[in-house]
């Protein structure tokens, strides 16, 4: 009998198609030297953020450990100095 060839798209455990294969992301802060986190530029800030105002996992943005730390303090300070909002909409609470 001929040897089966093996698929890289294919897992011989599960027998199932392996999705997600994709190239690596870069953290775009390593790249450019030039590009810095401060908590006062809410722009750059609000693409760490989704819209209902959580933070974005550094798998999804690419970012290095060391970077994701630092966007996370950043956008933790502007929340505080409200640079940025806490969520997208605001709740509003009836009086008590």
């Known amino acids: 009998m001929p040897k089966k060839k093996f698929d890289k798209k294919f897992d011989k455990k599960n027998d199932k198609k392996k999705f997600g294969t994709g ?3 870069s953290c775009r802060f390593c790249q450019d030297k030039e590009l810095r986190i401060d908590y006062k530029d809410g722009r750059l800030l609000l ?4 819209e209902r105002g959580r933070l974005v996992p550094r798998r999804i943005t ?4 060391f970077h994701q730390r630092e966007v996370t303090l950043a956008v ?12 997208a909409t605001q709740v509003r609470h009836a009086n008590f």
């Not at 693409?47 to 989704?50: K, M, R």
């Not at 690419?62 to 450990?65: M, T």
């Open 23 to 25: 190239r690596k992301k």
């Open 62 to 65: 690419g970012n290095c450990a």
């Open 47 to 50: 693409g760490f953020v989704t």
């Open 76 to 87: 933790k300070r502007a929340r505080i100095l409200a640079y940025i909002p806490f969520t």
